[in-house]
């Protein structure tokens, strides 16, 4: 599986972006998808993780209220929007895929990575 996040940008503070992971193996929308983030020097964390159906979403709870995941089977996409973004939501979003049909909130639970892509928001 290959995966590829796009859509990272520079914003203000109280901005939006909407971020997008491609996956290229067309069995993977079997698979539950989770989106990370790592700021230098912090481990990478857990933001939002979707079921293979879209069914379950999880949201850390920095972001809850401000980001949702979705996800289109057809198209093997799923995507992230980012809301009223703060100052310390910028980081490199990665997206991964899930060892299994549902996302988990560890790294652990990933099994394929895409590179990142970088979010910067200004105060």
């Known amino acids: 599986v290959q995966l590829q996040a796009s859509g990272g940008g520079l914003v203000q503070a109280g901005g939006s972006l909407t971020l997008s992971c491609a996956a290229t193996?067309?069995?993977?929308?079997?698979?539950?998808v989770g989106w990370f983030r790592q700021a230098p020097g912090n481990e990478r964390e857990f933001v939002a993780g979707?079921?293979?159906?879209?069914?379950?979403?999880l949201y850390a709870d920095s972001v809850k209220g401000r980001f949702t995941i979705s996800r289109d089977r057809a198209k093997n996409m799923v995507y992230l929007q980012l809301n009223n973004l703060k100052p310390e939501d910028t980081a490199v979003y990665f997206c991964?895929?899930?060892?299994?049909?549902?996302?988990?909130?560890?790294?652990?639970?990933?099994?394929?990575w895409g590179q990142g892509t970088q979010v910067t928001v200004s105060s």
């Open positions: 991964a895929s899930a060892r299994q049909s549902y996302a988990t909130r560890t790294t652990t639970g990933y099994n394929y």
């Open positions: 193996r067309r069995t993977s929308s079997n698979d539950g």
């Open positions: 979707i079921s293979w159906n879209g069914g379950t979403s």
